[in-house]
């Protein structure tokens, strides 16, 4: 399995409901208008597909149509894209109504099941990731239940306790979505960044820097000091589970 990046397609506030609107419009042969082109600009720029997070209300008679619109994006992405995915966001609800659900139910489940996946919001409780993967079955692994770094509302804490609601995650057999790991730069000392991304990344709270706590990261010394991080969940043995190996500017100003 190959890492993948996304384009997000975001509405908010009053003008969101007019690009919601905007965005289920099909032309003059009855095909949705952006669908074209967001698959070329999904090829253009390299994109591996989109992220949908609906943050505006929409009108509950056109929820059939943005159900379709998300069906047919998908598909199109995967012909031009086969390696491609739509991820929807857990915000707007099958009643036209921003809803954060905080797990897959019958609210949001119509989305997930024209989707690749669900990114769910973080503001769950301790029995909710096993409600996800319940209903979601055999894809429950596509359900990306979310943890805030920041820990607003998050189980746990978020943090350097991060872990603690990943093993609730891992247990319950859903996947994860980290939102906001940028917490490392922006809420620490940035002198310390680097150090403060390895500690967040590899160990437990309060641990040495090289000391990795097993039940969640394991780390993994390759040639030229380069690091390839592997997350893994207890009592997933046997599964393919990808490695991610970055060389790229960081995003803290530095090289």
């Known amino acids: ?8 397609i975001i509405t908010e506030g009053k003008d969101g ?10 032309n003059e042969f ?6 074209d082109i967001l698959v070329k600009l999904a090829e253009y720029y390299g994109f591996d597909g989109w992220f949908i997070n609906i943050e505006s209300p929409l009108p509950d008679s056109l929820v059939p149509e943005l159900l379709n619109f998300v069906k047919c994006l998908k598909l199109k992405i995967h012909e031009r894209i086969p390696h491609g995915k739509v991820i929807w966001y857990d915000s707007l609800t099958i009643d036209g109504e921003i809803k954060w659900q905080n797990r897959l139910n019958q609210l949001n ?10 990114f769910i919001n973080y503001f769950w409780s301790v029995m909710h990731p096993r409600e996800s993967a319940i209903l979601a079955k055999e894809r429950a692994r596509k359900v990306y239940t979310g943890i805030d770094i920041w820990g607003r509302n998050t189980y746990g804490g978020g943090g350097y306790d991060t872990y603690k609601a990943l093993q ?8 994860c979505a980290l939102f906001a790991p940028a917490w490392t730069y922006e809420s ?14 590899i160990t437990k709270k309060n641990a040495k820097i090289w000391e990795v706590y097993p039940d969640t990261w394991n780390l993994l010394r390759y040639q030229s000091h380069q ?8 009592g997933m043995a046997g599964m ?8 790229l500017n960081m995003g803290n100003g530095q090289t």
Do not use: C
């Open 1 to 8: 399995m190959q890492p993948i990046k996304t384009g997000t």
């Open 17 to 26: 409901i007019t690009n919601n609107i905007n965005v289920v419009r099909r």
């Open 30 to 35: 009855g095909q949705f208008h952006y669908v």
């Open 109 to 118: 489940l119509p989305f997930f099941n024209v989707a690749d996946g669900i």
């Open 168 to 175: 609730v995650i891992a247990d319950a057999g859903t996947s």
């Open 188 to 201: 620490k000392d940035k002198s310390e960044f680097e150090e403060n991304e390895i500690k967040f990344w």
């Open 227 to 234: 690091f390839f991080i592997q997350i893994f969940a207890k």
């Open 240 to 247: 393919d589970i990808g490695l991610m190996g970055l060389s």
